[in-house]
């Protein structure tokens, strides 16, 4: 975990990138990512650990079912005082390009598991999206650093939380924070 610090904030958010299953080549998802296929051809296999988790079960309406231990322990504490999260484009949906009207709502349904403000990195412009339970997107076209800054206004003392693969411009072009470890 990095704590991020920008000059004049007022408040330091921390940034985690975690509970992100990569496959041993360093693949974040399976290749081929469609409507049947959200993770990509074979991508719900990296996943695995996760699934059975409560802590996923909880995610999706379910308080009782899933399993406890260590899986769930890691799962919980990469979704604990989450203020925002950043996605890269292909976790928000499976459409390319421009996009071609806004009836895509995302992979989740009607709410979404975020309940915070979520900022997709994407080239291509879009209208904000409110969905129920709290989640907001916001589609940021210009660059990582501008969806941390975004993020980091919104968070308060809770953290921002990195989902994006790797194709995503997850790194800042140019200096736009310094990150040192937290403890």
Request: hydrophobic share 35%; charged share 20%.
């Amino acid at each position: 975990m990095s704590r991020i610090y920008y000059p004049g904030a007022h408040h330091v958010a921390r940034l985690i990138v975690g509970n992100f299953s990569i496959s041993i080549d360093g693949f974040g998802a399976g290749p081929g990512q469609d409507l049947q296929n959200p993770l990509g051809v074979r991508g719900p296999e990296l996943f695995d650990w996760f699934f059975h988790t409560r802590t996923f079960h909880r995610m999706h309406g379910s308080e009782e079912e899933g399993e406890t231990g260590l899986d769930d322990d890691i799962a919980s504490r990469g979704f604990a005082n989450v203020g925002a999260w950043i996605l890269g484009r292909n976790m928000f949906g499976p459409v390319r390009g421009p996009w071609p009207d806004e009836t895509w709502k995302g992979w989740w349904g009607e709410e979404p598991p975020y309940h915070t403000p979520v900022f997709v990195l994407t080239h291509h412009p879009r209208s904000p999206l409110a969905m129920k339970g709290g989640t907001m997107f916001h589609f940021i076209t210009d660059g990582i650093e501008a969806a941390l800054a975004k993020a980091n206004e919104v968070a308060g003392t809770g953290n921002i939380c990195v989902r994006a693969s790797s194709t995503s411009s997850t790194r800042p072009s140019r200096p736009c924070c310094s990150a040192t470890a937290s403890t």
